[in-house]
């Protein structure tokens, strides 16, 4: 019933900057907090950033804290990531998820998915 939508993605070099987008669609909308996650090839999904259904509270990992920057516009139904000075690690597919409870930077407690965004640093 709800779907998630991301965009933004794409190559950039090395110090570059990418601001992804998640649009959540659907009849109903009771996601009351947002999280971001991230898939490099042959790893596990990691935590990135969440924040909560106010936009008042976030949480980052500590490797892009200082240079990602999360926030959300509820009149859009949308969450954003700003991704500055981005490195080589930070390759990886990017995923925002939703929960219908509070953040949290387990993946297996959000209720929402969505089919992910590639974002590839060129070193």
């Known amino acids: 019933q709800v779907q998630l939508v991301e965009s933004g993605g794409g190559l950039v070099p090395a110090g570059g900057s990418l601001r992804l987008s998640c649009v959540a669609s ?5 996601t009351y907090a947002m999280g971001w996650f991230r898939q490099a090839p042959g790893k596990e999904r990691e935590f990135v950033a969440h924040i909560n259904w106010s936009g008042d509270s976030t949480h980052y990992a500590d490797s892009v804290k ?12 949308t969450v954003y990531l700003l991704m500055n ?11 925002c998820a939703g929960t219908i409870t509070i953040a949290t930077i387990f993946a297996s407690e959000y209720d929402y998915w969505g089919r992910g965004t590639q974002v590839t640093v060129s070193s």
């Open 26 to 30: 659907g009849r109903t909308f009771v």
């Open 66 to 77: 200082g240079r990602f920057t999360i926030s959300r516009d509820n009149a859009k139904n």
């Open 85 to 95: 000075s981005l490195k080589p690690e930070d390759t990886a597919v990017y995923y």
